[in-house]
T-cell receptor, first 111, second 114 residues
Framework: AQSVTQLGSHVSVSEGALVLLRCNYS??????LFWYVQYPNQGLQLLLK??????LVKGINGFEAEFKKSETSFHLTKPSAHMRDAAEYFC?????????FGSGTRLQVQP | DAMVIQNPRYQVTQFGKPVTLSCSQT?????MYWYQQKSSQAPKLLFH???????NEADTPDNFQSRRPNTSFCFLDIRSPGLGDAAMYLC?????????????FGPGTRLTVL
């Protein structure tokens, strides 16, 4: 079965600092991986997805993620955090017709 | 704009009183999903429809049922809500059931059980 693990349930950064949210996957086949963002009392919005076309994936709002097979990782980064980035971030792996989500990482951005 | 709509956004019900949550989509997607998300947890898939084909997750309680009368609408029925069913319920759609298909989420319905 495919799964993802997000390291760190809470991450706090200063405005303007680098954002790094970690995700490791477990899959017996080449995975399709996603990052979603959830703002309070909202649904999930897709940030980016990896579908094996390119290992470095650029998404919305300045986020990107790099697929590293050797490390079974798909970490999410943003060079400079903004206050509006404060939210919950979920990594997910596609299974048979459904997504399996990680436990989420809450990002706090300090002024 | 094409979108996924959930009504109501907030629902309060009493212990044991049946409740129905609604989801509609203007994307004309084949697949519709219902997820349960408890506080500070990841969304958990309850079931999904591929067209009219219903797929229940093995650990979804019998208390939860779903209906999809047409492509645009899907309903989540909770027959006898318990306190443990208080959660955010998320509806999502995807164009097809392929692994790489993006899922589009509605804003969710937050269910409170008194």
């Amino acid at each position: 079965a495919q799964s993802v693990t997000q390291l760190g349930s809470h991450v706090s950064v200063s405005e303007g600092a680098l954002v790094l949210l970690r995700c490791n996957y477990s899959s017996s086949v080449p995975p399709y991986l996603f990052w979603y963002v959830q703002y309070p009392n909202q649904g999930l919005q897709l940030l980016l997805k990896y579908t094996s076309a390119a290992t470095l994936v650029k998404g919305i709002n300045g986020f990107e993620a790099e697929f590293k097979k050797s490390e079974t990782s798909f970490h999410l980064t943003k060079p400079s955090a903004h206050m509006r980035d404060a939210a919950e971030y979920f990594c997910a792996v596609a299974g048979r017709r459904a997504l399996t989500f990680g436990s989420g990482t809450r990002l706090q951005v300090q002024p | 704009d094409a979108m996924v709509i959930q009504n109501p956004r907030y629902q309060v019900t009493q212990f044991g009183k049946p409740v129905t949550l609604s989801c509609s989509q203007t994307l004309n997607h084949n697949v519709m999903y219902w997820y349960q998300q408890k506080s500070s947890q990841a969304p958990k898939l309850l079931f999904h429809y591929y067209d009219k084909d219903f797929n229940n997750e093995a650990d979804t309680p019998d208390n939860f049922q779903s209906r999809r009368p047409n492509t645009s609408f899907c309903f989540l029925d909770i027959r006898s809500p318990g306190l443990g069913d208080a959660a955010m319920y998320l509806c999502a759609t995807s164009r097809d059931g392929l692994d790489q298909a993006e899922q589009f989420f509605g804003p969710g319905t937050r269910l409170t059980v008194l």
